[in-house]
C-alpha cells in the first residue's frame, strides 16, 4: 500500500520528465567506451538524486497513520498589522485551499495579545467572526501554544501545520523556540510575512520598571523607543490619568532611551505609563505609542524578636533603622506558616530550646529553607548549646555548631524531668520519647535526672549525673514504666532541692504529664 503523501509546492514536480531525459540523454551519449552494465547503474544513481532533489524542493509530506491534513491558520491582529493587508492574505489563502476533502480539515485563530477561535476545524476556511482581540501587543509564542493545543484537540492524527500571518514583532515571549518546540512535536510552522511600509513611524517598544520597591526608594523607569528617522517629540510619564512629567526629546533615527526617576511611595500597586507624542508629519500609528508597567510597593521590613524580655533595645534599635519589629514571648509564638508572611527574619533572644516545642522548631528550619526567611540567634545563659540547641533543626538553619570543640569552660545546665504516666494512647510511648529527646540536647557537661511516681512512691528513677553515657542513660529511660503520682509537690520538691545545690550555671525542670495531678501550693 502507497503510503498518503502531499506536496506544498506540487509545480516543482513538473521538471521531473525533463530532468530524467537529461540524466538519459547524456548517459546514452557518453563516449566513455564504460561496459553497458556500469552505464546503467550510472544512470539509475544519476535519475534517483535528481528524483530526491525535486522532490525536495516540492517538500513532500508525509500524511500519517491516513488521517489527512490539519491546517490551522494564524491571523496577527496586533495594532501594527494592517487589518486590510492581513484580510487579503486571508482570502489569498482560502482560495488556493479551496473546498478540502475529508480527513483534510482547516480552522481559523486570530491573536493579539490574547487568542480567539474563529472558526473551527472544517472542510473550507472562512472568514471568520468580528473578533474581540486585545491589539495592544502581540504575543507570537503565546498564538503558538494554543494553536498546538487546538491541533492536539481536534486533530490528535495524520499530519499538523500552522500558518502564521504576521510580520513577526512580537511584543511577549520567544516564538522562534516556540516553533522548534512544534517541530519536536511534530507540528510545522510556516510563514507569510505581512509586508507594509510606513515612511514616517515612532514606536514605543517596551517600558521597564523594577517589580518591587520599598516606600521612599528611587527607582528608574526606563522606556525604548524606536523611530524611522530624525524626530522631535514629548515623552510623558503619568499615573492613572495624573501627569508625573512631561518631557520634550529628539529622537535620533533607531532606539532611543528615555529614562525617568520616581521615587516610591506608599500604594501597594502602581499602574505607570509612558506615552511618546511625535510631531505632526513624524508618526503613523498613534496605538503603539504607549506602554504601561506594574510597580508593586512591599511594606517595611518586619523582624520577629522572640525574648522573655519585654523591654527590647533591639527593638527599639530596628525601629530607628525604619525596621518594624514585634517582640513575643516564646509562649505566644505562633506555629502557622502563614503568621510569618511578610516577616523577613526571626530573632531568638536568649530562647531556651526548652522553652519552644519541637513543632515550632522545626517550623523555624522550615522557614529558613523553604522561603529565605532570617534567622538570627542572640547569645546568652539561654542560648546556642547552653539553651540546649545542640542537635535540634534550628542548628541545621544557622551556619554555626552548637558543640564547642575548643578544650575551654563552658557554662553548663542541669536538666530534672518529671515523669507522670499519661492517660492516652501510647501515653508513656510517648513521655519517655520525649525524655529522651531533652536527654539527646544535651552535652557530656550537663546533669540530667529523672523523677517518676512508683510503687507508691515518688523516687528518683534516674539519679541526677552527668551526661557521660548517653546511649545508658537513654536505656534506663525505655525502662522506666511511670504510675498515676497523686500530686506533683513531692517530685517538684525533689527536683528543687537536688538543683538548688548542682553544679551547673543553667537548672530547668521539665514535667511530662497528663495534667491530672493539683500543682503544687507554692
Given at each position: 500500500?502507497?503510503?498518503?503523501?502531499?506536496?506544498?509546492?506540487?509545480?516543482?514536480?513538473?521538471?521531473?520528465?525533463?530532468?530524467?531525459?537529461?540524466?538519459?540523454?547524456?548517459?546514452?551519449?557518453?563516449?566513455?567506451?564504460?561496459?553497458?552494465?556500469?552505464?546503467?547503474?550510472?544512470?539509475?544513481?544519476?535519475?534517483?538524486?535528481?528524483?530526491?532533489?525535486?522532490?525536495?524542493?516540492?517538500r513532500m509530506v508525509h500524511l500519517?497513520?491516513?488521517?489527512?491534513?490539519?491546517?490551522?491558520?494564524?491571523?496577527?491582529?496586533?495594532?501594527?498589522?494592517?487589518?486590510?493587508?492581513?484580510?487579503?492574505?486571508?482570502?489569498?489563502?482560502?482560495?488556493?485551499?479551496?473546498?478540502?476533502?475529508?480527513?483534510?480539515?482547516?480552522?481559523?485563530?486570530?491573536?493579539?495579545?490574547?487568542?480567539?477561535?474563529?472558526?473551527?476545524?472544517?472542510?473550507?476556511?472562512?472568514?471568520?467572526?468580528?473578533?474581540?482581540?486585545?491589539?495592544?501587543?502581540?504575543?507570537?509564542?503565546?498564538?503558538?501554544?494554543?494553536?498546538?493545543?487546538?491541533?492536539?484537540?481536534?486533530?490528535?492524527?495524520?499530519?499538523?501545520?500552522?500558518?502564521?500571518?504576521?510580520?513577526?514583532?512580537?511584543?511577549?515571549?520567544?516564538?522562534?523556540?516556540?516553533?522548534?518546540?512544534?517541530?519536536?512535536?511534530?507540528?510545522?510552522?510556516?510563514?507569510?510575512?505581512?509586508?507594509?511600509?510606513?515612511?514616517?513611524?515612532?514606536?514605543?517598544?517596551?517600558?521597564?520598571?523594577?517589580?518591587?520597591?520599598?516606600?521612599?526608594?528611587?527607582?528608574?523607569?526606563?522606556?525604548?523607543?524606536?523611530?524611522?528617522?530624525?524626530?522631535e517629540a514629548t515623552v510623558v510619564?503619568?499615573?492613572?490619568?495624573?501627569?508625573?512629567?512631561?518631557?520634550?526629546?529628539?529622537?535620533?533615527?533607531?532606539?532611543?532611551?528615555?529614562?525617568?526617576?520616581?521615587?516610591?511611595?506608599?500604594?501597594?500597586?502602581?499602574?505607570?505609563?509612558?506615552?511618546?507624542?511625535?510631531?505632526?508629519?513624524?508618526?503613523?500609528?498613534?496605538?503603539?505609542?504607549?506602554?504601561?508597567?506594574?510597580?508593586?510597593?512591599?511594606?517595611?521590613?518586619?523582624?520577629?524578636?522572640?525574648?522573655?524580655?519585654?523591654?527590647?533595645?533591639?527593638?527599639?534599635?530596628?525601629?530607628?533603622?525604619?525596621?518594624?519589629?514585634?517582640?513575643?514571648?516564646?509562649?505566644?509564638?505562633?506555629?502557622?506558616?502563614?503568621?510569618?508572611?511578610?516577616?523577613?527574619?526571626?530573632?531568638?533572644?536568649?530562647?531556651?530550646?526548652?522553652?519552644?516545642?519541637?513543632?515550632?522548631?522545626?517550623?523555624?528550619?522550615?522557614?529558613?529553607?523553604?522561603?529565605?526567611?532570617?534567622?538570627?540567634?542572640?547569645?546568652?545563659?539561654?542560648?546556642?548549646?547552653?539553651?540546649?540547641?545542640?542537635?535540634?533543626?534550628?542548628?541545621?538553619?544557622?551556619?554555626?555548631?552548637?558543640?564547642?570543640?575548643?578544650?575551654?569552660?563552658?557554662?553548663?545546665?542541669?536538666?530534672?524531668?518529671?515523669?507522670?504516666?499519661?492517660?492516652?494512647?501510647?501515653?508513656?510511648?510517648?513521655?519517655?520519647?520525649i525524655a529522651i529527646a531533652s536527654?539527646?540536647?544535651?552535652?557530656?557537661?550537663?546533669?540530667?535526672?529523672?523523677?517518676?511516681?512508683?510503687?507508691?512512691?515518688?523516687?528518683?528513677?534516674?539519679?541526677?549525673?552527668?551526661?557521660?553515657?548517653?546511649?545508658?542513660?537513654?536505656?534506663?529511660?525505655?525502662?522506666?514504666?511511670?504510675?498515676?503520682?497523686?500530686?506533683?509537690?513531692?517530685?517538684?520538691?525533689?527536683?528543687?532541692?537536688?538543683?538548688?545545690?548542682?553544679?551547673?550555671?543553667?537548672?530547668?525542670?521539665?514535667?511530662?504529664?497528663?495534667?491530672?495531678?493539683?500543682?503544687?501550693?507554692?
Open positions: 500500500m502507497i503510503p498518503p503523501i502531499a506536496f506544498d509546492f506540487p509545480a516543482w514536480l513538473l521538471l521531473l520528465i525533463p530532468a530524467l531525459g537529461c540524466v538519459i540523454y547524456f548517459t546514452l551519449s557518453s563516449r566513455a567506451g564504460l561496459p553497458v552494465a556500469v552505464q546503467r547503474l550510472a544512470m539509475l544513481l544519476r535519475s534517483a538524486a535528481v528524483v530526491a532533489i525535486i522532490l525536495a524542493l516540492a500519517s497513520g491516513g488521517e489527512g491534513l490539519s491546517v490551522l491558520v494564524l491571523r496577527d491582529l496586533s495594532a501594527s498589522v494592517p487589518r486590510l493587508v492581513s484580510d487579503e492574505i486571508v482570502s489569498q489563502t482560502s482560495k488556493r485551499l479551496g473546498s478540502l476533502e475529508f480527513p483534510d480539515q482547516v480552522g481559523f485563530v486570530s491573536f493579539g495579545n490574547d487568542q480567539q477561535l474563529e472558526q473551527p476545524m472544517g472542510l473550507r476556511l472562512g472568514p471568520g467572526i468580528s473578533s474581540e482581540i486585545d491589539r495592544s501587543g502581540s504575543d507570537i509564542a503565546a498564538a503558538l501554544r494554543f494553536s498546538a493545543s487546538h491541533l492536539e484537540g481536534s486533530a490528535p492524527g495524520g499530519a499538523r501545520r500552522i500558518v502564521l500571518i504576521s510580520d513577526g514583532n512580537s511584543t511577549e515571549g520567544d516564538p522562534v523556540q516556540e516553533a522548534k518546540n512544534l517541530a519536536t512535536a511534530g507540528i510545522v510552522v510556516d510563514v507569510i510575512p505581512v509586508h507594509y511600509e510606513h515612511q514616517d513611524e515612532v514606536i514605543l517598544e517596551n517600558v521597564q520598571v523594577p517589580e518591587t520597591v520599598r516606600p521612599g526608594q528611587t527607582f528608574s523607569v526606563d522606556s525604548v523607543i524606536w523611530s524611522s528617522g530624525a524626530a510619564l503619568s499615573e492613572q490619568d495624573r501627569i508625573i512629567e512631561r518631557r520634550p526629546v529628539q529622537l535620533a533615527e533607531g532606539r532611543n532611551r528615555i529614562t525617568f526617576g520616581l521615587g516610591a511611595n506608599s500604594s501597594p500597586l502602581r499602574r505607570l505609563r509612558v506615552s511618546v507624542f511625535p510631531d505632526a508629519g513624524t508618526d503613523s500609528l498613534e496605538q503603539n505609542n504607549s506602554g504601561l508597567a506594574l510597580v508593586r510597593t512591599i511594606q517595611p521590613p518586619r523582624v520577629l524578636i522572640v525574648s522573655e524580655d519585654p523591654d527590647q533595645t533591639l527593638a527599639r534599635v530596628l525601629a530607628d533603622g525604619s525596621i518594624l519589629a514585634d517582640v513575643v514571648a516564646p509562649q505566644q509564638m505562633s506555629a502557622i506558616a502563614e503568621d510569618y508572611l511578610g516577616i523577613e527574619a526571626v530573632v531568638l533572644d536568649d530562647v531556651s530550646a526548652f522553652d519552644l516545642d519541637p513543632n515550632r522548631i522545626e517550623l523555624l528550619e522550615k522557614l529558613v529553607h523553604s522561603t529565605g526567611m532570617g534567622l538570627l540567634m542572640v547569645g546568652g545563659s539561654d542560648s546556642f548549646g547552653a539553651g540546649g540547641w545542640r542537635g535540634t533543626k534550628v542548628e541545621k538553619a544557622l551556619p554555626v555548631k552548637m558543640d564547642i570543640r575548643q578544650r575551654k569552660k563552658l557554662p553548663n545546665g542541669a536538666l530534672a524531668v518529671i515523669l507522670h504516666t499519661c492517660e492516652f494512647a501510647q501515653g508513656n510511648l510517648w513521655a519517655r520519647r536527654l539527646d540536647a544535651l552535652t557530656e557537661q550537663d546533669l540530667f535526672g529523672v523523677l517518676l511516681y512508683d510503687g507508691g512512691t515518688d523516687r528518683w528513677g534516674i539519679p541526677m549525673q552527668p551526661v557521660a553515657d548517653q546511649a545508658a542513660i537513654r536505656s534506663q529511660i525505655d525502662a522506666l514504666s511511670p504510675a498515676d503520682m497523686t500530686q506533683f509537690s513531692p517530685t517538684m520538691q525533689m527536683a528543687l532541692q537536688v538543683l538548688l545545690t548542682a553544679d551547673a550555671h543553667s537548672k530547668h525542670v521539665v514535667v511530662i504529664s497528663d495534667g491530672d495531678p493539683p500543682p503544687p501550693t507554692q
